[in-house]
C-alpha cells in the first residue's frame, strides 16, 4: 500500500487559517479532496494521512467529518490547544475518534522557541502516548536540539519530524542541520518525513538541490525511518505533485524495493495507523 503521509485540505471561508494570505498565490483559494484525487490516481497512491493547517480544534473536527466520508483518507494529524489548563482531558476527548492518529503544535510559528521545554507540557505527551497518538513536530532546524530533550523524555512517545525540520536549502547553509539531525536520528522513537523539502529549495529546484538532504536523512534514518509525503498544495508552491513525487522516486532508485515500498507507505502504515488500531492494507 502506497501513502503519502501528509497533505493538507483547505477552506477558506472558515477563516481560521491565519497564515494563508494572497501573498500566497497558488495556494490561496479551497483545495478539496476532489482536486487531490487525480494527483493520488496518477500517483498510485492507495490511502493518506490529513494534515492540520490551523491551530484551532475546530479545523481538527472539519478534517475528521472529511475523512469520516472518504475511505482514502486513513487517518488524521490534528490540533489541540497545547497551552490549555485542560490540554490532558481534551487530549483523551479528542483520542475517541479513531481516525485521528496524532497531534500536531505548529512549533515553528511559536514565538518561544523554548516552548517545546515547558514542563506543563508533559502530562499531554504522556496522554498522547496513552492513546497511541503520534506528535509530529512542526520544527525549524533551530528547535531540533530543544526536540531532542523531548524525545529524550518521553521515550513512550512516537514522534514524526516534518519536512526534514525544513534544511536551508536556498543557502545551502545545513551544516548545523546535518549535526542536529544525526543527533535526534539516534533516538529510536522519532521517525523522518521526506516532504517540504521543495519548498525550501524554492521554485527553480533541480534534483542537486535537493539530495544532500535526502541522502543525510536517509543515512541517518534509515529506510525504516522515513515516510514520503507529497505536502500538497503547499508544495505548488514551488513545483507539483507529479514532480516532487517523480524526483522522490529518482532520489531513493538505489534503494531495494521492500526499502522503496517501506517508504512509501509500509512505515506510515506502522507510525500512524497500527497503534491506533487501524488497518494496515
Not at 522516486?249 to 521492500?258: F, G, K
Request: charged share 25%.
Amino acid at each position: 500500500m502506497r501513502i503519502d503521509a501528509h497533505h493538507h485540505l483547505w477552506t477558506l471561508a472558515r477563516g481560521d487559517y491565519g497564515w494563508l494570505t494572497p501573498a500566497f498565490a497558488p495556494i490561496y483559494r479551497d483545495f478539496t479532496l476532489a482536486d487531490l484525487t487525480p494527483h493520488l490516481g496518477a500517483g498510485r497512491i492507495d490511502g493518506t494521512i490529513l494534515v492540520q493547517a490551523a491551530p484551532t480544534e475546530a479545523e481538527t473536527l472539519f478534517m475528521l467529518e472529511t475523512a469520516e466520508r472518504a475511505d482514502v483518507v486513513r487517518g488524521v494529524v490534528g490540533w489541540t490547544d497545547f497551552d490549555a489548563a485542560d490540554g490532558a482531558a481534551r487530549i483523551d476527548a479528542m483520542a475517541a475518534r479513531k481516525l485521528l492518529v496524532g497531534l500536531r503544535p505548529m512549533v515553528q510559528d511559536i514565538p518561544d522557541d523554548d516552548w517545546l521545554l515547558r514542563p506543563a507540557l508533559a502530562p499531554l505527551l504522556r496522554a498522547m502516548a496513552g492513546h497511541g497518538l503520534v506528535f509530529d513536530a512542526l520544527a525549524l532546524p533551530r528547535h531540533l536540539s530543544r526536540l531532542l530533550r523531548v524525545v529524550d523524555r518521553h521515550g513512550e512517545l512516537q514522534f514524526v519530524l516534518d519536512h526534514c525540520a525544513k534544511p536551508h536549502l536556498k543557502t545551502g547553509d545545513i551544516a548545523d542541520w546535518r549535526r542536529d539531525i544525526a543527533e535526534v536520528a539516534a533516538r529510536d522513537n522519532i521517525v523522518c518525513k521526506l516532504s517540504g523539502l521543495v519548498t525550501e529549495a524554492g521554485p527553480d529546484w533541480q534534483l542537486a538541490h535537493l539530495r544532500p538532504a535526502v541522502d543525510h536523512v536517509l543515512e541517518c534514518f534509515g529506510p525504516q525511518r522515513l515516510l514520503w509525503g507529497s505536502d500538497w498544495p503547499v508544495l505548488n508552491l514551488a513545483g507539483d505533485y507529479e514532480r516532487w513525487l517523480e524526483a522522490s522516486e529518482t532520489l531513493l532508485a538505489d534503494l531495494s524495493a521492500d526499502e522503496k515500498a517501506a517508504i512509501f507507505g509500509g512505515n506510515a502504515a506502522r507510525i500512524y495507523l497500527a497503534k491506533r488500531g487501524r488497518s494496515v492494507s
